[in-house]
Nanobody
Framework: QVQLVESGGGAVHPGGSLRLSCAASGLPFSSFAMGWFRQAPGKERELVAAVSRSGVTTYYADSVKGRFTISRDNAKNSVFLLMNGLKLEDTAVYYC????????????????????WGQGTQVTVSS
């Protein structure tokens, strides 16, 4: 049984930082590209960042580029999202997701490519 469990969400003031973690089990983690998505109330789920199987190649949405950093530790079956300079508009439920990929340097930005999803963790940025 595949499980993705997010942690690290919380409430912060604008300019603050959080580090999200996602622990994976029940799947060959290094065979999957990983992504962090978010969904704010009344909005569609959007890709925030993605990382290839090897961790070498990454993608960031323009809205978070320069502020967020995605990384992974294949030895610990985990993926992380370091969020600095948080803004009010970053408030959302954050989900990690796993997408099977053939190439070690390949990530995907397509939501439909992600087969497995976590339950989400709430991030609230407020003054």
């Amino acid at each position: 049984q595949v499980q993705l469990v997010e942690s690290g969400g919380g409430a912060v003031h604008p300019g603050g930082s959080l580090r999200l973690s996602c622990a994976a089990s029940g799947l060959p983690f290094s065979s999957f590209a990983m992504g962090w998505f978010r969904q704010a109330p009344g909005k569609e789920r959007e890709l925030v960042a993605a990382v290839s199987r090897s961790g070498v190649t990454t993608y960031y949405a323009d809205s978070v580029k320069g502020r967020f950093t995605i990384s992974r530790d294949n030895a610990k079956n985990s993926v992380f999202l370091l969020m600095n300079g948080l803004k009010l508009e970053d408030t959302a439920v954050y989900y990690c997701a796993a997408a099977p990929r053939q190439g070690a340097l390949v990530y995907t930005v397509r939501l439909d490519d992600y087969d497995y999803w976590g339950q989400g963790t709430q991030v609230t940025v407020s003054s």
